[in-house]
């Protein structure tokens, strides 16, 4: 779905930053691939749907040209994710796209609607990939976390400040309004928790029980965010004082422009999107080629440096420095206190979700 998709900032301070890492990534990457069979002149190409924007600048400096240097394979982008798109061209057979990006939930109902064609995970890393993050219809591309933030200019960190996002509920505290995302994910998992479900029973999700925590939270809502840049920026300007955001966001204005933003983690909810070939891709095996380039540790971490954000490796965390790995999803330390989606309960009940949680916000 198009509004689920995120659009990330990068900006020239953090780009400097990463130049080091990013170098060493297409480094190993040419030596990695550089041997690598050599595409017949007109298959050299691989077509990639993604977000867009920035993610795809991103993308582009630390995965796609290299990649391309490296194997002569030419990298064609489009934008946005559009699962309608995806399953008009598997249906029809005129399939443009060689890879698509797509979120947890979606992820599940393309492969049981037969829209994703199965990998050949022999050209994969997986000894370097955690179980969960490779099946045989996709590859994690990016996963994140969606956190509390705030504005430290009304809750300094040097006093009380929030932190958790249960801490939304709590005005005594921490007056004022709040910011949340205007989708069913993620609330409804948050007010199951505040109706006092374990982090680890949250699934399956009690809607009856999480909507009567959301009632007493609606009327606080000063903004139902549905961009990644809206849900940070609108803290910053003081629309709101606190609300969710995905955790790459105020990293990348907290690096850019020291924004005024603290981050607690505490109940955070962690998802991913996935690389996947839709069936019939034109270009399979240069896909294949593409995804396996994508796992490397080195370049994820050049990924991470300049958004947040990274892919699966396990080896990544430990080529970060403290300073970036503190707002990296997978974190050994915010795993400890995150729910982690449940794909298939979210595919299953996902659709109904969504009309229940659309019609309660426009609800008087």
Not at 77 to 88: G, H, I, N, T
Not at 131 to 149: E, F, K, M, R, S
Not at 339 to 348: K, P, Q
Request: hydrophobic content about 45%.
């Amino acid at each position: 779905m198009v509004k689920r998709t995120m659009v990330k900032r990068i900006t020239e301070t953090t780009v400097t930053a990463a130049t080091g890492v990013a170098a060493l990534a297409a480094a190993i990457g040419v030596a990695a691939l550089i041997a690598a069979t050599p595409a017949k002149a007109q298959d050299q190409v691989v077509y990639i749907n993604s977000s867009g924007g920035v993610l795809d600048d991103i993308n582009r400096k630390i995965h796609w040209d290299p990649f391309t240097q490296a194997t002569g394979i030419k990298v064609v982008a489009s934008a946005p994710v559009d699962d309608a798109k995806l399953k008009a061209m598997v249906t029809s057979g005129n399939v443009e796209w060689d890879i698509t990006e797509i979120d947890d939930g979606d992820f599940l109902r393309a492969a049981k609607a037969g829209l994703l064609a199965k990998l050949d995970l022999s050209k994969l890393p997986t000894s370097e990939l955690p179980t969960d993050a490779v099946t045989d219809y996709g590859v994690w591309d990016g996963p994140y976390t969606t956190i509390l933030t705030w504005n430290t200019t009304v809750f300094p960190l040097s006093g009380k400040h929030p932190t958790t996002l249960m801490d939304l509920w709590n005005q005594k505290d921490f007056p004022g309004p709040r910011c949340l995302w205007k989708d069913a994910f993620d609330n409804l998992e948050l007010g199951a928790m505040h109706a006092g479900v374990p982090r680890d029973k949250v699934y399956p999700i009690n809607q009856d029980t999480a909507y009567k925590e959301l009632d007493k939270l609606k009327k606080d809502v000063g903004v139902w965010w549905t961009t990644g840049a809206q849900s940070v920026q609108a803290i910053v300007n003081r629309d709101c004082v606190m609300g969710t955001a995905w955790n790459g966001r105020p990293y990348q204005l907290i690096v850019k422009d020291k924004a005024p933003l603290g981050i607690a983690w505490d109940d955070a909810i962690l998802r991913t999107s996935w690389w996947a070939i839709p069936k019939g891709a034109k270009h399979f095996d240069n896909a294949m080629k593409l995804l396996a380039w994508m796992q490397d540790a080195h370049r994820q971490a050049a990924q991470a440096t300049l958004s947040g954000y990274a892919g699966g490796n396990k080896g990544t965390a430990a080529l970060l420095p403290e300073n970036v790995q503190q707002y990296l999803a997978t974190s050994p330390a915010h795993l400890a206190t995150t729910v982690v989606s449940d794909d298939t309960w979210w595919g299953t009940n996902g659709p109904a979700a969504e009309k229940r949680f659309t019609g309660w916000v426009i609800a008087q």
